[in-house]
T-cell receptor, first 113, second 117 residues
């Protein structure tokens, strides 16, 4: 596609449920990033993929958070046993091997009740 | 530790005037990249402009220019001839290093710009 796409655009879930967020990067972009944007914490880095491997997972806030990337393309961020503090906008970005610029998707707005 | 500081929580500017949004950064890495992103109320993050630490000239992209003062560790965004559609949150961000071990962006807290007719 022309840009980074994310699904779902909105997700409401109950505390304790698991959720999966999907990111489809720009075609040809080998690097993929997940960030979280919340009122209290601003924009925070979560994890970085180069191809299918994740050299930097330092931003994942707890072991309830995990992510994978398959085929060097689509990535899934999974949050297990969601908590209310997980409510945020989850943003995905990708970049090409030749450029530093990260291009962002529209985000998934997660609300945990 | 790397850090981005945006000291202006909010700014007003009259339509057609220029405005400068401040950004200072802190890093010990000699190689880094600086970015500005725009986030309208719809929520998407729109890339505006990039400056590499070794770039000799200030970056420009249309009405956007980056006033890069390396010794002062500042990377202010200048928007010329403001338009109503420029009203948005603006984030300054930094990426350290070039070895690929991590390419994460560190973001400032943002400046909310309101363009008045």
């Amino acid at each position: 596609g022309a840009g980074v796409s994310q699904s779902p655009s909105n997700k409401v879930t109950e505390k304790g449920k698991d959720v999966e967020l999907r990111c489809d990067p720009i075609s040809g972009h080998t690097a993929l990033y997940w960030y979280r944007q919340s009122l209290g914490q601003g924009l925070e880095f979560l994890i970085y993929f180069q191809g299918n491997s994740a050299p930097d997972k330092s931003g994942l806030p707890s072991d309830r958070f995990s992510a994978e990337r398959t085929g060097g393309s689509v990535s899934t961020l999974t949050i297990q046993r969601t908590q209310q503090e997980d409510s945020a906008v989850y943003l995905c970005a990708s970049s090409s091997p030749l450029q530093e610029t990260q291009y962002f998707g529209p985000g998934t707005r997660l609300l945990v009740l | 530790a790397q850090k981005i500081t945006q000291t202006q929580p909010g700014m007003f500017v009259q339509e057609k005037e220029a405005v400068t949004l401040d950004c200072t950064y802190d890093t010990s890495d000699p190689s880094y990249g600086l970015f500005w992103y725009k986030q309208p109320s719809s929520g998407e993050m729109i890339f505006l402009i990039y400056q590499g630490s070794y770039d000799q000239q200030n970056a420009t992209e249309g009405r956007y220019s980056l006033n890069f003062q390396k010794a002062r560790k500042s990377a202010n965004l200048v928007i010329s001839a403001s338009q109503l559609g420029d009203s948005a949150m603006y984030f300054c961000a930094m990426r350290e290093g070039i070895d690929g071990a991590t390419n994460k962006l560190i973001f400032g807290t943002g400046t909310l710009l309101a363009v008045q007719p």
